[in-house]
Structure formats: C-alpha cells, structure tokens
C-alpha cells in the first residue's frame, strides 16, 4: 500500500510540474498608443484599475490615448496560473471608446511582491466627449471639460477643474473629491474621504458623505447634504434650497442674500453656526434640548417667540424659511457684518 501511495504522490507531483514553476525578479516595461476619430454626442469608457488618468482637452476631433506601465515583480516559490503581465484593450463601438487595463498575475505559494513605478493614463480629447470612468486605486484628474462626467473610484483621489458639463457624477470608496469651478448639476457618493468644492454654479447638488468632512465655497444654487460622521462648513453661499443633515459633526454656515431661501437644518450631534448677509428676508425656527443654547444675534427681528426648546421670529418680512435643530448642541444664527 505505501509503495502505491508513493507512486500516486510522484505521479501527481509530475503532473502538477505542467503548471507550476519557480519565478524570480521580473521587469514590466510596456507603452500603449491608441487614436479614434470622434464626433459630438461620442462617450469614452475607461476602466483604469490601479492607474492614474489625467484627461487633456484639445481641438482636434481625435482621442488618443497613451498609457505608461512600469513594475517590478519579485517572486520565489511555487507559480499557478498565466503568467504575470500587463495589457491594454482599445475598441470602438458605434458611438463609444473602450480603453481597458488589465494586470494579470499568478498565484504563489511562497513570497511575492509587485513595485509599481509608473502607471499613467494620459488622454487627449475634445471637450465634448462624455466620460464614463471607474477604476481602483488611482487618481483622476479632469480641467476644462464640457460634457457629462460619470467616475467611479474605489481608493484614489479626484481633482476637477472648470467643468461645464449637464450633470458631473462622483462616486468614492476611499479618497478625497476636489472641484474648482463647476457649472450644471452635481452628485457624489464618498464613503471615506473628505470633499472640497469651490466656484459651483449649480442648479441640484447632492452630497452624501459617511466619514470625512465637506467644505464648499463660493457656491450658488440648490444644495442636499447628508453626512455621517464629519463636518459641513460653507462660505459665500447663495443658496436656494439648502437641505442639510448630519448625525455626528458641526454645521457652520455663511450665507449671502439675494435669493429666496428655503432652508432645513439638522444634526443628532454637533453645532449649528449660521452668519446671514444683511437683506435676507426669511422666517426662521431653531430647536435645542434647551433654550439657553440657541443664540439669536439679528438687528430688526420681528414676532419673536421662544419657549423652553426653541426660538422663532421674521425679518426682512419673511419671504424665505430658515429650520434648524440639533438634537445635542448649540445654535448660533447672527448678522454679517
């Protein structure tokens, strides 16, 4: 019997020598280049995995795509599988681009590592394109777009600048989201990472975060904010609507007048802060636990109530709607002076 199971196991590791080797250090070293003639109304669609993208606009009619890879794999042990290497897919279909990246690799038993030096994702385009991107872990960096952006990124951090598209789309695993200059509708999902948007001029902007903080700046338009756990500050916001919601974190706010504002405030956990521009005319209504905590510092104000947990009245003659309240903390509403 032992000299049969002996003859098993040689003939098995035989076998299995078909499909496994010994590996040692290796060098990838691959440039792809890829051009397609586009016309308004074209979409791109890139799956970048781990790599970085930077997306150039420029007048020709033409996107041409250039990617750069450069890794080292160190690996000693037993190999299974297809052998390691990197490739670019490139099509196009009817009104689309494809351009996907694929990393192969093999599993181990023993050690290995992969060292990547340069992954880079470097894109030429007309300005009309609308991109559709998701990848991994790898920034995303967009300037001076006019169309329809979608990106989808696990680990990795967005930067867009002067865009000018209908509708921006952003969803984030675990990254931070920067925005200078946008116009037209804005929506992202950032589960761990913090948001930082500047010169917006938009008319729906929806943020959901989970565990960062958001800041806004210099913004006009209609905006919906729910956050977790994190804080919201705002400067220099016209806003129309403002619907903000947070479980866990401060809200301060400085707001410009000039539009009608419909405003409602709330956080479980944290400060309410709200500095208004002199000509706001809205009614306004702030709740606490107790009323020693909600804090009115407004010239001129008109019906003034207040009871044991909150504290309304109007100025301006009330034309807009300001709610806020907390269900631990203070509120602060007063004059910008």
């Known amino acids: 019997m032992a000299k049969k199971s002996s003859t098993l196991l040689i003939l098995s590791l035989f076998i299995l020598s078909g499909f496994v080797t010994t590996a040692a250090a290796k060098e990838i070293n691959k440039d792809f ?21 930077k997306l150039i606009p420029w007048e020709e009619n033409v996107i041409d795509v250039k990617v750069r890879y450069r890794a080292d794999i160190d690996a000693v042990g037993i190999r299974l599988g297809s052998r390691d290497d990197f490739v670019v897919e490139f099509r196009q279909t009817g009104s689309t681009v494809y351009v996907e990246g694929r990393e192969t690799s093999r599993g181990t038993i023993g050690f290995y590592n992969k060292k990547r030096y340069e992954y880079v994702y470097e894109i030429h385009s007309p300005d009309y394109i609308e991109l559709d991107l998701s990848g991994d872990d790898g920034d995303v960096e967009i300037t001076d777009w006019a169309a ?4 989808r990124i696990d680990d990795g951090d967005v930067t867009l600048r002067n865009i000018d598209g209908e509708h921006t789309s952003i969803w984030g695993e675990d990254g931070d989201i920067t925005i200078d200059d946008l116009t037209g509708e804005l929506t992202i999902e950032l589960d761990d990472g913090d948001l930082y948007l500047s010169g917006l001029n938009t008319p729906r902007c929806r943020l959901e975060g989970e565990d960062g903080d958001i800041e806004i700046s210099a913004a006009e338009g209609s905006f919906d904010i729910a956050v977790d756990d994190g804080n919201v500050t705002m400067r220099q916001i016209a806003a129309s609507g403002l619907i903000i919601r947070a479980n866990d974190g401060d809200i301060d706010l400085d707001l410009l007048a000039g539009q009608k504002l419909d405003a409602d405030i709330r956080t479980d956990d944290g400060n309410v802060s709200i500095d208004l521009e002199r000509g706001f005319s809205l009614s306004f209504n702030a709740s606490a636990d107790d009323v020693d905590y909600i804090h009115v510092d407004l010239k001129d104000v008109q019906n003034f109530r207040e009871d044991r947990v909150s504290k309304s009245g109007v100025i301006g003659g009330g034309e807009g709607r300001l709610k806020i309240e907390t269900a631990d903390g203070d509120i602060t509403i007063r004059d910008k002076f």
């Open 33 to 53: 280049h890829q051009s397609f003639d586009v016309k308004t109304g074209d979409t791109l669609r890139l799956k970048h995995g781990d790599g970085d993208v």
């Open 148 to 151: 329809k952006i979608d990106c």
